[in-house]
């Protein structure tokens, strides 16, 4: 079934958005979809680069398209992929990140739930509308949904395409990350790279002349990481919030509860989130609650809050020594400064992996996250990093940061 007539989107990073199946418009129109327009894609990032304001509904709507114009290229080429999957991955891809959390990794500690649970858990909540949608479409819509993004579904091909390596979730975001923040070297040939896709013995492979462009995409995650992602400032403003969020629930803990301005933020400080106030929070939730609590009665929350919403941040070294010794060293300064270190000292650890991949003991073809390349000529499959220098000085290597966070009038070590 199609649409009467198709909906258009107008995005920076796609240009247009297009969808034509009444599923997918029906799911964009959900009460859950809608609450990703509230949060933020990249957190706090923001205090950073001004223009990262971009929301989580604009990101899934641009990981649907990328799912899209794939098996779109992929039934126009007549690879050997299952398109009645099509909608299945398409749904998928739009709803991959539903139950995402306002600030997600500082909010993800307090909840002690991962974002992906409760993106299943909404998906295949019958109170839910977006349960409703995919049930009404077909009985097993939601389980399957929920098994493509819970990477559970025996279509391996189908739950690749929506998280992998080479998957639509990074290219969006990627693109779109490095778009709205100006961060130029995050940007790569899209177009390209969805060409030389393709399905080849159950996973997705790049044609292998396709290989500088792959490269270029993994060279773009390696820049976006170091300049983006874990830029300091943008963590110091997530080591606040942190704060905020730990003094707030030991406030609550203790029977003082902060002035109480949502349910929602009760229920999470209470350790009792149901569906409904899960749903109910957003960046719109804690930033009003920062707004009232920084003129409230605790000298450290007012204190935090007003820190997070004036940007007035944390300063840090870069990688402090491991022992103890700094850590109690600053804990002393910090208190003669007459702050707790409990809520004002902090060491922020980080890190990924640019490409990882393995291969197995044999170097057989079974490594989940490896890249191969298909050689038409020779109908052989190559591993990426043996065919890439650039790939191979950055692939497995695991890049960590460590960083000590404390208040500016602190004398640093
Ligand atoms: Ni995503």
């Known amino acids: 079934m199609r649409l009467n007539e198709e909906k258009v989107f107008k995005d920076p990073v796609h240009g247009y958005i297009y969808v034509s199946d009444p599923l997918i418009w029906d799911l964009i129109n959900t009460r859950e979809m809608q609450r990703l327009r509230r949060i933020r894609q990249l957190g706090t990032s923001y205090v950073t680069y001004p223009g990262g304001e971009h929301s989580r509904f604009s990101h899934s709507l641009g990981v649907y398209e990328v799912v899209r114009q794939i098996v779109q290229a992929f039934a126009r080429n007549a690879y050997d992929w299952p398109s009645e999957v ?118 997705i492979v790049v044609k292998r002349s396709g290989l500088h462009t792959v490269e270029a995409y993994l060279l773009a995650r390696y820049f976006m990481y170091w300049q983006v992602y874990f830029h300091p400032v943008s963590r110091s403003a997530e080591v606040i919030l942190k704060a905020i969020l730990k003094r707030a629930q030991d406030l609550a803990g203790a029977g003082r509860e902060p002035e109480r301005t949502h349910f929602a933020l009760t229920a999470l400080f209470e350790g009792r989130l149901t569906m409904a106030s899960y749903c109910a929070l957003d960046d719109t939730v804690l930033f009003n609650a920062f707004n009232v609590w920084q003129y409230g009665p605790d000298q450290i929350l007012a204190d935090l809050c007003r820190r997070f919403l004036d940007r007035r941040l944390f300063t840090y070294v870069d990688a402090p020594p491991t022992d103890s010794a700094v850590y109690e060293l600053m804990a002393g300064r910090v208190r003669a400064a007459g702050y707790d270190p409990h809520y004002y000292l902090a060491v922020d650890e980080t890190g990924t992996v640019y490409y990882d991949y393995y291969l197995g003991a044999a170097g057989d073809l079974k490594g989940d996250s490896a890249l191969f390349l298909w050689d038409e000529a020779s109908q052989q499959l190559t591993e990426m990093s043996s065919l890439s220098e650039p790939i191979k000085a950055i692939a497995q290597e695991k890049q960590a940061l460590r960083r000590l966070y404390f208040p500016e009038d602190v004398p640093a070590p």
């Open 86 to 203: 099509n909608l299945l991955v398409m749904a998928s891809g739009l709803l991959h990140d539903i139950g995402h959390a306002p600030f997600s990794h500082a909010l993800e500690k307090v909840i002690g739930l991962r974002h992906e649970v409760w993106s299943e858990r909404i998906i295949l909540d019958p109170s839910t509308e977006v349960h409703q949608v995919l049930a009404a479409h077909s009985p097993g819509m939601a389980e399957d949904v929920a098994a493509i993004i819970g990477k559970t579904h025996p279509n391996k091909l189908a739950v690749s395409l929506v998280s992998g390596q080479l998957d639509a979730d990074r290219l969006d975001y990627l693109m779109r990350d490095s778009i709205y923040t100006g961060v130029d070297y995050g940007k790569f040939d899209l177009a390209r790279i969805i060409r030389v896709m393709r399905p080849h013995g159950g996973r």
